[in-house]
Antibody, heavy 117, light 110 residues
């Protein structure tokens, strides 16, 4: 069965850093592009970043450009999101998702990130 | 990267049909066929319901259909069921090589 499992969320102070991971199973991870999407409390979904299968194409939303870095390790079937200079408004549930024809067809359950002093 | 515009809420009775609109610009919805729709029950993972404007993934009921006209895409759910009550989001690829979601629509089944 196809699965994505996020980890690495938690409580961090403003200005701090956090690295999220997404473990993939049940499909050929190296053949798929991937996304990170978040949902702040009481808000809608917000697309954050995309990485293609060989890491040759990487894109970010303006809200996180310069602060967040997406990466992947195809040998370990893993996707990452390095988050620096965190702000209170980055508080959200973070989802990783598999790309399929410019849509997200498989999603993880999400990991909560809380930025607070 | 402004969010696509969706109505905050829609409602319908069991068995009825509802339509959720999603309005963007020529740089996103109007410029590409890469429009998708997601169902999201709180606390669960979002679920892809429609991709490429009007295509259903395997396993998605044919009660769900999508369309697009100009800068506005639409999701129609026919034969409403109680289990359809959820938040629905549209999404589009954009000319900036990014993706954008709509603000979300809460569907209430009366």
């Amino acid at each position: 069965e196809v699965h994505l499992v996020e980890s690495g969320g938690g409580l961090v102070q403003p200005g701090g850093s956090l690295r999220l991971s997404c473990a993939a199973s049940g499909f050929t991870f190296s053949a798929y592009s991937m996304h990170w999407v978040r949902q702040a409390p009481g808000k809608g979904l917000e697309w954050l970043s995309y990485i293609n299968s060989n890491s040759g194409g990487i894109y970010y939303a303006d809200s996180v450009k310069g602060r967040f870095t997406i990466s992947r390790d195809n040998a370990k079937n893993s996707l990452f999101l390095q988050m620096n200079s965190l702000r209170a408004e980055d508080t959200a549930v973070y989802y990783c998702a598999r790309d399929w024809t410019w849509a997200c067809d498989i999603w993880g359950q999400g990991t909560m990130v809380t930025v607070s002093s | 990267q402004s969010a696509l515009t969706q109505p905050a809420s829609v409602s319908g009775s069991p068995g009825q049909s509802i339509t959720i609109s999603c309005t963007g610009t020529s740089s996103d919805v109007g410029g590409y066929s890469h429009v998708s729709w997601y169902q999201h029950h709180p606390g669960k993972a979002p679920k892809l319901m429609i991709y490429e404007v009007n295509n259903r993934p395997s396993g998605i009921s044919n009660r769900f259909s999508g369309s697009k006209s100009g800068n506005t895409a639409s999701l129609t759910i026919s034969g409403l069921l109680a289990e359809d009550e959820a938040d629905y989001y549209c999404s589009s690829y954009t000319s900036s090589t990014t993706w954008v979601f709509g603000g979300g629509t809460k569907l209430t089944v009366l």
